[in-house]
């Protein structure tokens, strides 16, 4: 099949669009409200590091006729590194997102979070099982008077999704 065809242009084209329209999917719909722990970095780290080494020598011993700089040799598993890293990041966020936990209510206190041109508006708030202050995007509720928020989240063994958060 020539590169040039229609029949060629038509499936990338469309790939492109279907795989840009679930990222701006998954960055305004999972990625804002799913929490990852310790354990799920950990794993996801060790996961790419498995895939890129495997991947890079079988890539270096197939095209190693094709690469003429000594320089390609650090850029290949760069890249697939930073590849792999963003791909298992979504992956794990949607497992931790999509598949049941338990679902728990709690009442904290919290801090203001301001909203800039990267982030949203809303609170910050220590999670107990995350043992990290995590932002919780545009709770329902005034935000500058209250100073306590009421938080639903459902937790499984990777992270958390906070399905609700409202001040009082």
């Given at each position: 099949?020539?590169?040039?065809?229609y029949?060629?242009?038509?499936?990338?084209?469309?790939?492109?669009?279907?795989?840009?329209?679930?990222?701006?999917?998954?960055?305004?719909?999972i990625?804002?409200?799913?929490?990852?722990?310790?354990?799920?970095?950990?794993?996801?780290?060790?996961?790419?590091?498995i895939?890129?080494?495997?991947?890079?020598?079988?890539?270096?011993?197939?095209?190693?006729?094709?690469?003429?700089?000594?320089l390609?040799?650090?850029?290949?598993?760069?890249?697939?590194?930073?590849?792999?890293?963003?791909?298992?990041?979504?992956?794990?966020?949607?497992f931790?997102?999509?598949?049941p936990?338990?679902?728990?209510?709690y009442?904290?206190?919290?801090?203001?979070?301001?909203?800039?041109?990267?982030s949203?508006?809303g609170?910050?708030?220590?999670?107990?099982?995350?043992?990290d202050?995590i932002?919780?995007?545009?709770?329902?509720?005034?935000?500058?008077?209250?100073?306590?928020?009421f938080?639903?989240?459902?937790?499984?063994?990777?992270?958390?999704?906070?399905k609700?958060?409202?001040?009082?």
């Amino acid at each position: 099949m020539r590169m040039d065809s229609y029949a060629f242009l038509i499936p990338c084209i469309l790939g492109f669009l279907l795989a840009a329209f679930f990222f701006v999917l998954w960055q305004t719909e999972i990625a804002r409200v799913t929490f990852l722990n310790r354990d799920a970095v950990s794993l996801m780290l060790i996961a790419a590091s498995i895939v890129v080494a495997l991947s890079s020598v079988l890539i270096l011993f197939v095209a190693r006729n094709r690469i003429k700089k000594p320089l390609d040799y650090l850029r290949l598993p760069l890249g697939l590194f930073i590849l792999a890293i963003i791909a298992s990041y979504i992956g794990t966020s949607c497992f931790v997102y999509y598949f049941p936990g338990a679902e728990t209510q709690y009442i904290t206190s919290y801090k203001i979070a301001y909203s800039s041109r990267n982030s949203c508006s809303g609170v910050f708030i220590y999670d107990p099982e995350l043992q990290d202050e995590i932002r919780v995007c545009y709770p329902s509720g005034d935000v500058e008077t209250n100073h306590r928020v009421f938080i639903v989240k459902k937790s499984n063994r990777y992270g958390i999704v906070v399905k609700a958060a409202a001040t009082f």
